[in-house]
């Protein structure tokens, strides 16, 4: 099992340190979202792309308008109490 700590170098192994962002490690939760300033997507399984993709297994992406993104962003900021952020860190 991958530790939090761990996750930094593997965003770098990977490449991403060419970009800068923010990524937070937050407890459990069902759906998968990219919220940024200009926008929010619904990401309904998430990140995962496999390597062999089966065309009949496709999923969707959906945008969110404003007033959905901002809620859900509401929901992650660490006052909320909502979910609990387990870890933070940045990547450029």
Known sequence: MVQFKDWNARFKQAGWNQFNFEVFIWDDFHDRYLISDLCG????YGYDAPINPI???????????REVRDKIQREF???SNVHKLHYRFRVH
């Open 41 to 44: 997507i619904n990401l309904a």
């Open 55 to 65: 065309p009949s297994q496709t999923t969707t992406w959906t945008r969110l308008d």
């Open 77 to 79: 900021d660490q006052v």
